[in-house]
């Protein structure tokens, strides 16, 4: 696989390099002294618990909208108002949340932000020596694969990520504040950090990164378990 290929799988994770001062394009997040912590905030002590997080790709937060995306995109306009009288008040805001942001993100909804964080916890894992970077860009292929089927190019996966990140935020609000702390979730600081840095660094990477270039699949190392997510 050519260094533009490696670069572009690398570059799934360019919203969590733009928020924390990491390479947009090295197999490993951070180039120079290891300045993560997985087991603190990732409970991933070990190779085992690294690839056994990566099913997050597919079963991870951006389950929580899948459905209201999906059921967005299909309603007629008469159909989907009549869905929301009929949802709760927590699940009624989400939807409208998704309609909101459909524009930008496409069908594809919040998965980036699973997408991106996997693809950080794979560079983290080779700087670690949990994963080779064979495995690691392996690995990558497979997140580029679900990143091009539920997106058309990186402003709706990034958008995809940065409506992810905002859903997590504010996980925590009740019911009844929950669309006020989401609504507030354009002018939050980090957010913001990562829009601009975005902007100021990964625009002309991304530009030269066509989102369709080809990307060669590499060959499956040995060393992964047949049972390993893919």
């Not at 300045?35 to 099913?55: K, V």
């Not at 919040?110 to 064979?134: C, H, I, N, Q, Y």
């Not at 829009?195 to 990964?202: C, K, M, P, V, Y």
């Amino acid at each position: 696989m050519d260094e533009n290929a490696q670069h572009w799988l690398h570059a799934l994770s360019a919203p969590m390099a733009a928020l924390n001062g990491a390479s947009y394009t090295a197999p490993d997040y951070h180039e120079d002294e290891d300045r993560t912590d997985l087991e603190r905030w990732w409970g991933i002590a070990n190779r085992a618990q690294l690839l056994d997080m990566l099913g997050m790709a597919d079963n991870g937060h951006a389950s929580e909208l899948s459905e209201a995306y999906w059921q967005f995109q299909r309603c007629l306009p008469s159909q989907w108002q009549a869905l929301l009288e009929r949802l709760p008040l927590r699940e009624r805001t989400k939807h409208e949340y998704a309609a909101r942001t459909f524009p930008d993100c496409g069908p594809g909804g919040t998965r980036a932000w699973d997408l991106g964080r996997m693809s950080f916890l794979l560079r983290a894992g080779v700087k670690k020596g949990f994963v080779t970077p064979e495995e690691s860009l392996y690995l990558h292929h497979r997140l580029a694969l679900r990143a091009r089927h539920y997106y058309n190019n990186w402003n709706s996966y990034l958008a995809g990520y940065l409506f992810g990140k905002a859903l997590w935020n504010v996980a925590d609000s009740s019911d009844e504040t929950l669309a006020a702390h989401l609504e507030r979730q354009g002018s939050e600081h980090w957010n913001r950090c990562i829009l601009l840095n975005i902007r100021l660094g990964a625009d002309p990477l991304l530009a030269s990164l066509a989102w369709d270039m080809p990307l060669p699949e590499p060959q499956r190392p040995s060393s992964l378990q047949e049972d390993c997510w893919s």
